[in-house]
């Protein structure tokens, strides 16, 4: 248990977390949602 709190102090310390280290991940849904929404964007400004 010391040897746990121990790492989390030294991450602490140092600035980084699992959080940071990994690339959030997000649902599918919502990755191609975003897709469509640029893909439309990029439409309207070619058409003007």
Request: net charge positive.
């Amino acid at each position: 248990m010391q040897a746990a709190a121990e790492r989390v102090a030294k991450r602490i310390a140092s600035g980084k977390s699992s959080t940071q280290q990994r690339p959030k991940r997000h649902r599918l849904s919502t990755l191609l949602d975003n897709e469509l929404d640029e893909a439309m964007m990029r439409r309207k400004l070619e058409e003007d």
